[in-house]
């Protein structure tokens, strides 16, 4: 029998200038931090130190916030929309232009394929920003009353597994609407933050309208609880949402949170077979699964659950493993020890509660972090990992006997993120979606998103959404 | 989604009569659209080099149906064919041969003398090709004539018409009819997938074509647009695999008309080999239908053994 | 003859399960009856009757909703008289204005009524994405919605915190102004006689101090309203108790009720929902 075995095919290194060491970006400069430590930020998928990046203590954070006030006062604020457009669709224009290295840049420093970067997060960056700077002088339009107002300095915290699309969903419609921003970038992920910061410079986006701190929990909460910021943003887990919503508590700051999520992924005897091996697929080990609107529970009808595991094993057995820069890998690495630690817990506790493992058979590199692709089956409502977030390529299965049960099932769970449905009946489709408690719902695809497309959660996977009209409206005063 | 018992018994069963017949086609599970596509889209991005190109490469050499099939085909014409296909690159005899060469039933005789001792197949278009529009019994003259010529392959075409407006048996019955009269050849149905539109009809077009006794299953004729395409390629390729693993039969895919490029080859191995899987990657079960791709992989194929790009001078046309 | 002034949970009129009750006087400080002080058992109650009342009221149509909003609003106008003696006693004003008062209520739950099958036009979209999907946003109601009144105006106040929050599906558990809770006993007795399903709205007369923390730490309330909270460190307590299960809060505000409400409420307590489906033959 032949076997086509794919050589490496590796994405160049070369168009990506890292430096050695990276300051802070507070008015349009990258400065010295004064009393923070730095800390080094590596490549997950080899260990290999990247570069010294400052971490912004409580000063640091302050002389941010304050560079963001008074650019908001002196110049953002005052400055008309179509003026602020063109500095959004300028910062769009340098993204695109240097879009391979930045796909290189987050490939490396997050872990994920280059396919990946390259393919989704990178464009969809761009395309944020196209769709945003066309707002900025329709306000009046965008459902928040005639004359709505920005609500001035923005205090953003993002999360490590779309580190530069997590920064577009939150600087773009802040910017568009009027506001100033100070973003903490995840510790884990800073490199394409502080290339953004670069491209504001190229774009000579006036000082002290972004501003850039980097840093761990303590610069977050340094951020989220200055008194001074007066609209809180934040990506990330729910344990950490909630503790920024009890902070601002009693303060005039307005919040959003997008947090966590355990999707279901609902499969019906008649769905699109193949499409929908490809959709369980997409939605539980794109991005190695760090997705909070993942695919994390697949709910299976119980009448065609040998069909659906077995095409599904068999499609996982050509899942690539591998270097985050070879265009052919289709998983890349676990983004820290710590996550990796926490899914390999996760994994453990679902063997010991009973449920079934099973990988395909990897050759997992020998430095760096990684997980195999892996499917849990035999799982019930009742076992941790149906319940609790993991964040890795961890597949959990469960299974149902009719849409009413697919409903209580996906519905009974703290989070709200997302769901999936596969059928080919189209008013069942209807049915579902409408009686999914979840901000989205895909319907035979997943894991689509869309600067037009509203995003977020109901219940605890957070409040707000970001995207299309909607998304503005969380940066204007109302 | 119909789960089938394992053995071709039960098959046997669902092509009793037209009605079993059509309902369990009708019962196959549908194809998205925009899935099937962006999985195809997908595959297309596997980046395939070096060593990965050279096999490549090669491989679809190895593929290739090469094929004239014009109103103004001469014996000439068909001559200057086997040569090429027999010696596809001047400069390189290690070049592999292709796989056969592919003309209308007239000219057979003329490729069989050409090609003795070879081992190229020659492959004859039957059954009133393209258009499929004639009588079962000149359909069924024009295969014994192509097989009385020395035809080691028939590919033959499905009535369309009697497909879309719902006449499966019918269409079961002429490629019955046809697998008969072809005798020891093999025989490859041709669903002309562009005309049959939906990825739906195209599964279950492969579904009975295979059913009726269908060696290959091929995508097009060539002279309808749409021809071959990736995603129509994928179904058919995921047809064939779940027909082998309720049959254990190995049923062969052949990708017909519009694959020009070497690049665009490698993506079609690629699907074969992530869809289908390693069995299909080889020319007894998947064939490029195809003229001007040979070329292009001669150029390819010299590029990478010499580094420099060659130009058209340097390869015969045929 | 007196009339007893108790609890409305369930579309019925319990008592509290404390047995308490406390003096409600006007705005002179005369007597004017005896409230049931609600309990956070009684809070727990309407909680689960809201609940219970939320699968159904969330799935009638728009139509049917601002029917029965249109109702109250009717049934309201027949006991114009009864309203008007009611606020003018509990808020010391005089008759004409506090038919001034009622009016507007009745015209307020009027303007309500009228969202209701609106709501999607106005805050939903379609989004055209970049792909071969449609794709489209709907605003959905967020599910139990917890309300302590304003503490001044009783019937105003009280109906433009409660009306925005059921016309979209949501159920409510509203805490009455504790000095002036006789209107919103008697806006449960219109409720009782229109065809507003039980559990829609639960009124509680009583201390939304005392019962504010229960509904605000309570982990089957999705959004809460701290309006009638007017102690600054106390709505922020309740704003971090509402923080365990990340809650959708309204902070208390200055509030004009005579002016038009706006969106604002009535878009507080949605969420919105985005449904992505291919285009493709």
Redesign the interface.
Known sequence: MSRFEYAPAPESRAIVDIKSSYGLYINGQFVEATDGKPFKTISPSSEEVLADVSEAGPADVDKAVKAARKAFEKVWGPMAGRDRAKYLFRIARLIQERSRELAVLESLDNGKPIRESRDVDIPLVAAHFFYYAGWADKLEYAGAGDDPQPWGVAGQVIPWNFPMLMLAWKIAPALAAGNTVVLKPAETTPLTALAFAEICQQADLPPGVVNIVTGAGRTGQALVEHPDVNKVAFTGSTAVGRAIAKSVAGSDKAVTLELGGKAANIVFEDAPIDQTIEGIVNGIFFNQGHVCCAGSRLLVQESVYDEVLARLKRRMGTLRVGDPLDKNTDIGAINSAAQLAKIRELSQVGEDEGAERWSPECELPPQGYWFPPTVFTGVSQAHRIAREEIFGPVLSVLTFRTPQEAVEKANNTPFGLSAGIWTDKGSRILWMANQLRAGVVWANTFNRFDPTSPFGGYKESGYGREGGRHGLEAYLAH | ?T?LDSGVDSLADVTSSEDRLRRFLLGL???????????AATLS?????????A??LD?AIRMIDLTTLEGQDTPGKVRALCAKAMRPDPADPSAPQVAAVCVYPDLVATAKHELRGSGINVASVATAFPSGRSSLAIKIQDTKDAVAAGADEVDMVIDRGAFLSGRYGLVFDEIAAIREAAGDAHLKVILETGEL???DNVRRASWLAMLAGADFIKTSTGKVSPAATLPVTL?ML?AVRDYQESTGLHIGVKAAGGIRTAKDAIKY??TV??TAG??W??PELFRFGASSLLNDLLMQRTKLATGYYPGPDYFTID | MRKTYKLYIGGAFPRSESGRSYVVTDAKGKFLANASQASRKDARDAVVSARKAFGGWSARTAYNRGQVLYRIAEVMEGRHEQFNAEVAASEGLSISKARAVVDASIDRWVWYAGWADKLAQVVGSSNPVAGPYFDFSLPEATGVVAVLAPQDSSLLGLTSVIAPAIVSGNTVVAVSSYDRPLPAVTLGEVMATSDVPGGVVNLLTGSASEVGPWLASHMDVNAIDLCGIEDADEARDLEAASADNLKRVRRPAEEDWTESPGLSRLTQYLELKTVWHPIGV
């Open positions: 989604m789960t599970p549908g194809v998205d659209q925009v899935g099937a596509e962006a999985r991005t596997r980046s395939i080099k070096t060593t990965a190109k096999y490549a491989l539109v939906t990825y179904v995921e191995l690629v080999n992530e390693p069995d990657l080889d």
